[in-house]
């Protein structure tokens, strides 16, 4: 039956490869090829000047692997939490499925499998580059490729299954007229705890290279119980070409399948129960604020989004996971000894601004995807009645633009910022990383909402979908790499400004040259990556005929 349930997805796979599909998706073939390139470029150049670094490099080399590892078990199963509940729960699928002769645990079979792929598709998609740079840089045999990937299938599952079963349980505790407050309670406690553990375990001193050890030592990404440390012992001997340390692989490897089993029996113990439980409330979240306002024509597109993001619980309770997400990181970055590491390089400080900044950017393209990539997809099979209605698509457009910049453009300063203060960044670095910052959030939002005019899909299951489809991961892509291209040129820029304040003979005619080409490549990228998209969207919209296509 699982097999009958999965034959129409791979049917609408299998017809999508043809000569004429192929063709048309060449352009976003190069653009992930050329991603890829660039990715693995930077993470080989970072890694090698980290191990460069006299004493510490091995240490920070092995750290940084476990940090991303670390952070990834948090993303995904975060991930899956949201996905798992779109997928199980409010996908449209879901009431054609359960009228049909299909025994509920082959439902939660496919909706877990979509599930899977729905969560980690962008995982899958950036951190390969990392494992090649790791295994060239250190020389890896083929054995550590192997069992790299063993190992991380068996990760993105372990999370899956975490993430699953946490999903059934919370719409099991939670009903849905109270699925508001709890998730609202459950987000100040979620803040509460993460201040009460970073305050507890971050050192207050990190001035001498043995603070800096110590820190580094008792990092919590070390801890024997959590998966990514299963994960960084199993391949780690690998890169030094040692013996493939088996224990730690079958931890890895129990627990995988431990976890999907327990994913299986909430499902199948809460998830009929859960479906009625699920059903929207019908109160309105802004009913007391914006009762008796009515918007002009030029602000009706932005008013009906914002009341419709309040009403549907399963948009802006994401709010607290991002939140989450953002502690994490700024926890992350809170426990860089910085100032330790200071005497070790001229440009260690400006190294770790653009590496936050790169995760940043990650985060941003991330958030982008979900909320402005899909805004005009939202609209679904009602999109007819704005084409329908007075209102201008450019000015349609513009709006989405602007309801989804604002947000994110604030979440993502606040970000930066903040980790800048933590990590002891000010004057002049401080103003140039907030400054770039706002000019990737602007470009990288006018990107989002422009693919997601060129490429709308207004037939979805649920709006997970939309974000994985091949213009979703194509925005990603070209996303990512307006982040990495505006970075690089502004590293070129730190090292020509700090050659010239070390040789105390200024920056000369050819190093302002050299500043100059680089601002306005800069600016040249990021104005693209805003307004092409934008205009190019504008004209597709402007010539659709609404068809449900």
């Not at 996908?91 to 909706?111: G, N, Q, T």
Request: hydrophobic share 55%; charged share 10%.
């Amino acid at each position: 039956m699982l097999a009958i349930l999965i034959r129409p997805k791979i049917l609408s796979l299998k017809n999508s490869f043809s000569t004429a599909v192929f063709l048309r998706r060449m352009p976003f073939i190069a653009i992930g090829i050329m991603f890829w390139i660039l990715f693995y470029i930077g993470t080989y150049k970072v890694l090698s000047y980290v191990r460069s670094i006299d004493l510490f490099g091995e240490i920070l080399s092995k750290k940084l692997f476990s940090m991303t590892f670390f952070s990834l078990m948090g993303f995904l199963i975060l991930s899956n939490i949201i996905t798992a509940i779109s997928s199980f729960y409010l996908s449209k699928d879901i009431p054609f499925l359960l009228s049909k002769p299909v025994e509920i645990r082959h439902v939660i079979r496919l909706k877990s499998l979509e599930t899977v792929l729905n969560s980690s598709w962008m995982v899958m998609s950036f951190i390969p580059p990392v494992f090649f740079a790791y295994g060239i840089n250190y020389h890896a045999s083929a054995s550590f490729y192997i069992f790299i990937s063993l190992a991380f299938i068996l990760f993105i599952f372990l999370t899956a299954g975490i993430g699953i079963s946490a999903a059934h349980l919370l719409a099991r505790i939670f009903p849905a007229h109270r699925t508001r407050n709890a998730l609202l309670g459950a987000g100040i406690i979620l803040f509460i705890l993460l201040y009460i553990v970073m305050k507890s375990v971050i050192p207050r001193d990190l001035s001498t290279p043995e603070e800096l050890i110590n820190s580094m030592m008792s990092f919590k990404t070390d801890s024997p119980f959590l998966p990514s440390y299963w994960i960084t012992e199993t391949v780690l001997p690998l890169l030094e070409n040692k013996g493939l340390d088996i224990f730690y692989f079958l931890v890895l490897l129990s627990n995988a399948a431990f976890f999907l089993l327990v994913s299986s029996f909430t499902g199948m113990r809460f998830y009929r129960d859960n479906i009625e439980r699920i059903q929207p409330s019908g109160r309105g979240f802004s009913r007391g604020l914006s009762k008796g306002f009515y918007p002009g024509l030029s602000k009706a597109v932005f008013y009906k989004d914002t009341k419709t993001f309040f009403r549907d619980t399963g948009q802006w309770s994401q709010i607290f996971i991002i939140g989450a997400l953002v502690m994490v990181y700024i926890y992350n970055f809170r426990s860089v000894p910085v100032d330790a590491m200071s005497g070790m390089s001229i440009f260690i400080k400006e190294l770790m601004v653009l590496v936050n900044i790169v995760m940043a950017g990650l985060v941003l393209a991330a958030v982008a995807a979900r909320f402005l990539y899909t805004s005009v997809s939202l609209e679904g099979q009602a999109f007819w009645i704005i084409k329908a209605t007075p209102v201008d698509i450019s000015r349609f457009l513009w709006s989405k633009f602007m309801y989804g910049c604002v947000p994110v453009t604030v979440l993502i300063m606040f970000l930066v910022i903040l980790t800048n203060l933590a990590m002891n960044v000010k004057g002049l670095l401080m103003t140039v990383s907030s400054l770039t910052t706002l000019m990737l959030c602007i470009s990288i939002s006018g990107l989002g909402t422009g693919f997601g005019a060129i490429y709308p899909k207004f037939r979805y299951e649920n709006i997970a979908s939309v974000s994985m489809s091949l213009g979703g991961m194509a925005f990603m892509l070209i996303a990512f790499s307006v982040v990495l291209i505006t970075l690089f040129l502004e590293a070129w820029i730190f090292y020509i400004y700090h050659q010239g304040a070390v040789m105390d003979a200024g920056l000369g005619i050819t190093g302002k040259i050299q500043i100059a080409v680089c601002l306005i490549l800069m600016l040249s990228t990021n104005v693209a990556a805003f307004y092409l998209p934008m205009r190019v969207g504008i004209k597709k919209l402007e010539g659709m005929y609404v068809n449900g296509s």
